[in-house]
Nanobody, 125 residues
Framework: QVQLVESGGGLVQAGGSLRLSCAAS????????AGWFHQAPGKEREFVAA????????YYADSVKGRFTISTNSAKNTLYLQMNSLKAEDTAIYYC??????????????????WGQGTQVTVSS
């Protein structure tokens, strides 16, 4: 069993930056694929970024490439999302997710067994 707790959300002006954290407990992240998703009001939860913890490969949605960076800290068992050059359309609840199994598409919410509670990011224009 894995518990995920996000932090770092808040209100920021357009063009600003935030760093989200996702702390894992219950087991290490080392064998997991981990990702970030966001969900705006009235919309479905969408893929933002993913990382394969052991190999370090990272993947991003086209809308955040060049602005967001996903990273990990094995010693702290923590996943991060550095968000720069934020836009109003980035406003959403951000969720971290993780899964120990191989296979499946990292962009699909169904790929992930474990989810955090979400953290609100609001970008004012």
């Amino acid at each position: 069993q894995v518990q995920l707790v996000e932090s770092g959300g808040g209100l920021v002006q357009a063009g600003g930056s935030l760093r989200l954290s996702c702390a894992a407990s219950g087991r290490t992240f080392s064998s997991l694929v981990a990702g970030w998703f966001h969900q705006a009001p009235g919309k479905e939860r969408e893929f933002v970024a993913a990382v394969y913890w052991s190999g370090g490969s990272t993947y991003y949605a086209d809308s955040v490439k060049g602005r967001f960076t996903i990273s990990t800290n094995s010693a702290k068992n923590t996943l991060y999302l550095q968000m720069n050059s934020l836009k109003a359309e980035d406003t959403a609840i951000y969720y971290c997710a993780a899964d120990p199994r191989s296979g499946g598409s990292y962009i699909r919410t169904s790929r992930y067994a474990y989810w955090g509670q979400g953290t609100q990011v609001t970008v004012s224009s």
